[in-house]
């Protein structure tokens, strides 16, 4: 599972998990102990995190939708693995 991008003690992975119920291109962001799943477009999918970091990851992934887009066909195509900046 790697590591995306990271700010505020929040950790952004991307990957593909086979048989997956999400089918479509999506991001993992965990904090502390809670995990929620986020589509390109900021839609939460699964999981929870805290109001706080759940805004700061809405607002990342809608200013970096088209670098996630790219990270995620670089990565479904030959593995590269894309670093993404964080907020600051």
């Known amino acids: 599972m790697p ?5 505020y003690g929040i950790l ?3 990957y593909k998990e086979l048989n997956s119920k999400h089918h479509i291109p999506h991001f993992h962001a965990k904090y502390a102990e809670f995990e929620g799943v986020f589509d ?6 699964e999981g929870e995190l805290p109001p706080k970091q759940r805004k700061l ?6 200013l970096h ?3 996630l887009n790219a990270a ?3 990565w479904s195509e030959s593995g590269e693995v ?3 900046e964080g907020l600051r």
């Not at 390109?40 to 999918?45: Q, S, W, Y």
């Not at 990851?57 to 809608?62: D, I, N, R």
């Open 3 to 7: 590591l995306i991008s990271q700010f």
């Open 12 to 14: 952004i992975y991307i």
């Open 40 to 45: 390109f477009k900021a839609n939460l999918i």
């Open 57 to 62: 990851v809405e607002a990342w992934a809608l």
């Open 65 to 67: 939708e088209d670098e």
């Open 72 to 74: 995620w066909i670089a």
């Open 82 to 84: 894309v670093k993404i």
